[in-house]
């Protein structure tokens, strides 16, 4: 079973690490925090969340992504979003898969 | 190497604080980011997938042991252990902290470097023969004439906001290994009947979305009036450059638009003007910066070095590595060591902190504390005596710095793609592993012979896939990475731009692919001495497309 919809992400402003909105409001390294919108009016809430904490200077960047909800994690639906969720896949031992803040899926996944 | 001179050192300074200043304006939320974005690009910070990237220039690729020490320390105090040196003959940081950034910065100013210019639509830093000054082919060393371009184009008020980036490179060396007719302005030395210097002076090459090889629109251009006869072509191009896109407003679409002779001829009227000539300066300048770039103090040497013969007589991989990836140098007795950063299944162009300063210790030691970077993303030790090969060769060795495939299939360029970059469509880095695991075995190297695989993860072409004689370019299709195979393409001398062999590959297909058409070649060229380019010039696509495609 999954569930398809969209999920806010952005790079924080003072190192630029990768973060994804969650459903309480706040930005987590980890993609399996982050709220899923279904709705076209949640993703739209999404991105007036993150437009306030771009002006609030605290991530840079935001923008929403196509994503899905499986076995209780988050898949980035595009190559390019899930090596954001987890570090270059050439080198494993950096980024979020080295960090314990990774996506539950692989890039090729 | 040229040294920083007051106003150098003051220049850079004033951009440390500047930076720092601007900073913080933007993390106290002071500045948007639309209004930092171009202030932070203008000191070579970029945001990429993972976090921002600093790119620090090395002017014209050379450096010293200080320098590199100093890179190694950036690489460790600040990122995560390691940098990337780029096809521009830079460095690249891949995990910098908006915060730490103005004290890198200023970190590197103490050792006389910046991130100035390493990207916006300015003159961007200038890149040479890496192996400049020491090269046994060499008319003169062209460095000189790359700082004073350096020097003219550093905060050029006129030329800081161009229709674009704009990039030169220079080559004092009959045998081209700057690119010089893929850059908005390649430049190549002559020398005339009476031993005089002059430049030819090559316009509008380069790669990207619209790939060009460069025209020529001087033969012998004065050594002289060098900067006055470029200060009239970026007039013109100022002028005249498209800035209503982006796609089309490099130099090299203003000339192929309004043909070679009318851009001349633009160019020799804007010149014909002599607006900003001042011959003599020029020339006091160079010899000024001349003579920071004199021959080091070479010993007297012999021709025949015994240690280093026995060392390859005794050592057989020594010898393999010495033929490969050691080049002839003026100097009697020295020799230019080319150190490849490209191990089996390594990333290309990457070095830990710990490499770094061996090479730089080696620099010191052997190489009178020169040290290079190539385009082709390797490093050199451009002055290193023969009777120090092994010694050299050994401390390599022991820090997996002596694969010896230099110029070889296992020297592949490749851009770091969709692992880092932003802009990528697809990844780079593993479609190199894996062509360089396919091909490790060294034999079969030297058996296909002088060949160039470069790798681009989109169609910016930082991996330079259209000038490779195989070039491989990283696209998307509906989601998943497909990579186009070009072939015949080459930046030296014979410059041209490769074809699209066919379909695409899947990113598990390529290496099958470059190994098919690598067959093909061996099967049907004359001999040895026809290499991979000159036998595809020969027969042309058709037996590597049969070989291809046949099953599909
Ligand atoms: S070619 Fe594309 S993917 Fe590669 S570094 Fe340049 S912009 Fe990034």
Redesign the interface.
Same mark, same amino acid.
């Given at each position: 079973m999954s569930e398809k919809g969209q999920v806010l992400t952005a790079?924080r %402003? $003072?190192?630029?690490?990768?973060v994804f909105l969650t459903r309480a409001g706040t930005w987590s390294e980890n993609i399996d925090e982050a709220a899923l919108a279904i709705e076209k009016e949640a993703a739209a809430g999404l991105e007036a969340q993150g437009a306030k904490a771009? @002006? @609030? /200077?605290l991530v /840079?960047?935001a923008y929403l992504f196509d994503a899905e909800r499986k076995d209780g994690h988050v898949r980035a %639906?595009?190559? $390019?979003e899930r090596? $954001?969720t987890l570090?270059? /896949?050439? $080198?494993m031992d950096?980024?979020k898969q080295a960090e314990g803040t990774a996506g539950a899926f692989a890039a090729l996944d | 190497m040229y040294r920083y001179d007051e106003f150098d050192h003051r220049f850079v300074a004033e951009r440390v604080s500047q930076f720092r200043d601007q900073a913080a304006r933007?993390?106290?939320?002071e500045l948007t #980011?639309e209004e930092f974005r171009p202030l932070r690009l203008m000191n070579g910070l970029y945001?990429?997938?993972?976090?921002?990237m600093l790119r620090v220039a090395i002017p014209y690729g050379t450096l010293n042991g200080k320098q590199m020490d100093r890179l190694a320390y950036i690489a460790e105090k600040y990122d995560?252990g390691y940098g990337h040196f780029t096809t521009r003959q830079n460095i690249q940081y891949n995990? =910098?902290?908006?915060?730490d950034t103005a004290e890198i910065l200023e970190k590197l100013a103490e050792v006389e470097m910046h991130a100035i210019q390493t990207s916006g639509n300015c003159i961007r830093n200038v890149t040479t023969d890496q192996w400049a000054g020491a090269a046994a082919d060499e008319l003169a060393d062209p460095r000189p004439v790359g700082e004073l371009l350096r020097q003219w184009s550093s905060l050029h008020p006129e030329f800081s906001y161009l229709p674009r980036k704009f990039k030169i490179a220079v080559t004092g060396s009959p045998h081209d290994r700057a690119a010089v007719r893929v850059h908005d302005i390649g430049l190549r030395m002559h020398l005339n009947d009476k031993g005089e210097r002059g430049w030819e002076v090559i316009v509008g090459g380069g790669l990207g979305r619209t790939p060009f090889v460069g025209v020529t629109v001087r033969d012998f251009l004065p050594e002289a009036e060098l900067r006055a006869y470029l200060e009239a072509i970026m007039r013109v191009y100022n002028l005249y450059g498209r800035r209503d896109n982006k796609y089309k407003a490099r130099v090299k679409i203003l000339v192929h638009e309004l043909g070679k002779e009318e851009f001349q001829r633009q160019v020799e009227a804007e010149y014909a003007r002599k607006p900003a000539t001042n011959v003599e300066l020029d020339v006091a300048e160079l010899q000024r910066i001349e003579t920071y770039f004199a021959a080091p103090a070479y010993e007297e040497l012999p021709k025949f070095s015994t240690g280093f013969e026995n060392a390859r007589i005794q050592d057989k991989e020594f010898a393999q590595w010495v033929k490969v990836n050691v080049a002839h140098h003026k100097q009697q007795g020295y020799a230019i060591v080319n150190i490849s950063l490209k191990p089996e299944g390594g =990333?290309p162009g990457d070095a830990t902190a710990e490499q770094m300063r061996v090479v730089a210790d080696l620099g010191r030691r052997f190489s009178f504390d020169e040290i290079r970077v190539s385009h082709a993303q390797n490093l050199v030790l451009p002055h290193v005596k023969r009777d120090d090969l092994y010694t050299v060769y050994i401390a390599l060795k022991a820090h997996n710095l002596a694969s010896g495939n230099i110029g070889l299939a296992g020297d592949i360029i490749a851009c770091p793609g969709?692992?880092?970059c932003a802009l990528?469509t697809a990844?780079s =880095?593993?479609i190199a592993?894996g062509i360089s695991r396919r091909f490790a075995d060294v034999k079969r190297q030297e058996e296909i012979g002088p060949l160039k695989i470069n790798i681009s993860g989109c169609i910016n072409a930082c991996g330079h896939h259209h000038v490779g004689h195989i070039g491989i370019l990283g696209l998307d299709k509906k989601? #998943? #990475?497909y990579y186009q195979i070009t072939l015949g393409g080459s930046s030296s001398d014979d410059a041209a731009i490769g074809s699209i062999l066919g379909p695409g590959f899947a990113a598990d297909e390529v290496a099958d692919a470059i190994e098919k058409i690598l067959d093909t070649y061996l099967g049907l060229r004359t001999g040895p001495e026809e290499t991979f380019l000159l036998a595809y010039r020969r027969v042309g696509e058709k037996p590597f497309k049969e070989a291809l495609y046949a099953n599909h």
């Open positions: 790079n %402003l $003072r190192d630029g690490e990768v771009v @002006a @609030a /200077t /840079t960047g %639906l595009h190559i $390019r090596i $954001r570090g270059p /896949t050439v $080198r950096l980024g | 933007r993390l106290s939320g #980011e945001l990429q997938l993972h976090a921002y995560r995990w =910098i902290k908006l915060e =990333i969709l692992d880092y990528a990844r =880095i593993p592993q989601g #998943e #990475e």
